[in-house]
């Protein structure tokens, strides 16, 4: 399974700022994701990080809100703008090959924005 | 929709079996996927199916039968390291939709 790491791992935000998270992966992958998982909820897909190209967002979620790039076949970002306290959230990357149905998670970013 | 049905808690003796359902509503997907989630953690994979039938992975097993829209995940010889929320997610190619979670208690 590869390795994926976040930054940062949490933070504390005021309203109105914006942040960036970065997901990072030991090896090349196919596909990268964005989850969010509010307090107590189960885990709801963002969008999915297409590299070299626009990210393609699930309903409900709008780039203006939560632009992502992907770069390269190893790295993505995520931004949270113009935060309010409703996405105080877990924000978690996500990989996968198209070769193989298995799919793992990074550790997750724990965002609270007061 | 893929409306996703699972129990939210379920109390069990350690070394016992328990297991957990799962049954879902949807318009077709490629797999059926199961997590495991301890608290402050990310979703850690456990299994998955994407043909009727029953996949074993040590103490964890999965079954999936698409035509009734059921998947149970077992978990035999529990140990206390297995109180954690498990996930039931129905998915293609990575794009998963989940379930709220089964909040499994094992207790001494």
């Known amino acids: 399974s590869a390795v994926i790491s976040q930054k940062p791992s949490r933070d504390i935000c005021q309203r109105g700022t914006s942040l960036t998270i970065q997901c990072q992966v030991d090896?090349?992958?196919?596909?990268m994701f964005w989850y969010r998982q509010q307090p107590g909820q189960s885990l709801t897909l963002i969008a999915t990080?297409?590299?070299?190209?626009?990210?393609?967002?699930e309903s409900g979620f709008v780039i203006d809100k939560f632009p992502i790039s992907r770069p390269n076949l190893t790295f993505s970002t995520l931004t949270v703008s113009n935060m309010s306290p409703e996405d105080s959230s877990i924000y978690l990357c996500?990989?996968?090959?198209?070769?193989?149905?298995?799919?793992?998670f990074g550790p997750g970013t724990r965002l609270t924005v007061t | 929709g893929q409306n996703i049905d699972q129990p939210t808690e379920m109390t069990a003796t350690e070394g016992a079996i328990v297991q957990i359902n799962c049954t879902y509503q949807?318009?077709?997907?490629?797999?059926l996927f199961w997590y495991q989630q301890h608290a402050g953690e990310a979703p850690t994979f456990l299994s998955y199916?994407?043909?009727?039938g029953l996949e074993e992975k040590g103490r964890f097993s999965s079954f999936l039968s698409r035509s009734k829209g059921y998947s149970y995940l077992l978990l035999k010889e529990l140990q206390m390291k297995d109180s954690a929320s498990y996930l039931c997610?129905?998915?293609?190619?990575?794009?998963?939709?989940f379930g709220a979670g089964t909040q499994v208690v094992v207790t001494p």
């Open positions: 990080a297409n590299q070299g190209s626009e990210a393609t967002y």
């Open positions: 997610a129905v998915g293609s190619w990575g794009k998963l939709q």
């Open positions: 090896s090349q992958v196919t596909m």
């Open positions: 949807t318009s077709g997907f490629n797999g």
């Open positions: 199916n994407v043909l009727d």
């Open positions: 996500s990989v996968g090959q198209r070769s193989s149905y298995e799919q793992y």
